[in-house]
Each structure stands twice: as C-alpha cells, then as structure tokens.
C-alpha cells in the first residue's frame, strides 16, 4: 500500500511562516529519501528539500536558510518547515520519495497541499 497525505498548507503573508506535513506508509518511508516537491501552473514541478535515511538535508538555493525539512521516523512523517515566506513560495506541494514513486509505468503522487503567500 503506498499512501502519501500532506496537510498543512493554506495562507501565509510574506515573511510569516508554515509547516507542511506528510503522512507516509511505513514500506515506503522506512528505506527512501523523502523530499518536497513545488508545482508552479506552467512549470515543471521541482523538488524544494530533500532528507535521506540518515537525514542529509540538500536544499535548492532558493530556499537555502528558510526552509527546514525534517522526518519522524516513530510517526512515518515528513515535516516542511517554511519560514521567512516569499510570495515565489507560492504553489502545491507534494512529498514523495527522491526520485518519485513510479506505479504501473506512471509517477503517483498524493493530493498536494495548496501554499499561498500574499500580503
């Protein structure tokens, strides 16, 4: 069974904070690097953060500093730590594994949580 459920998001004005949330299904997080995804209308969704088994913490450059992305391996939880908001933050994010799952020939991907970062 794989489940990927992520809660969290919402509104947030720039500078303010948010922590996104990621419920994960023990045979997937147990042995993957788990990350965050953005997705952008007309973009390419890209990866934000990523955090291994032994929790190594890469970030892209622009969230380098205000994100924090961390995992609770008693909760099979992923968490995204976002402060220090921009209104570039804005979009829906996703956690999955680093690469993403692949099911029947086809990425899968949970529900996302929508981000919104407006004054």
């Known amino acids: 069974q794989v489940q990927l459920v992520e809660s969290g998001g919402g509104w947030g004005q720039p500078g303010g904070s948010l922590r996104l949330s990621c419920a994960v299904s023990e045979n997937i997080f147990q042995s993957n690097t788990m990350g965050w995804y953005r997705q952008v209308p007309g973009k390419a969704r890209e990866l934000v953060a990523r955090i291994t088994t032994g929790s190594l913490t890469p970030y892209i450059h622009s969230v380098q500093g205000r994100f924090i992305i961390s995992r609770d391996a008693a909760k099979n939880a992923v968490y995204l730590q976002m402060n220090g908001l921009k209104t570039e933050d804005t979009g829906t994010y996703y956690c999955?594994?680093?690469?993403?799952?692949?099911?029947?020939?086809?990425?899968?991907w949970g529900q996302g949580t929508q981000v919104t970062v407006s004054s």
């Open positions: 999955n594994t680093v690469p993403w799952i692949i099911r029947n020939s086809r990425p899968w």
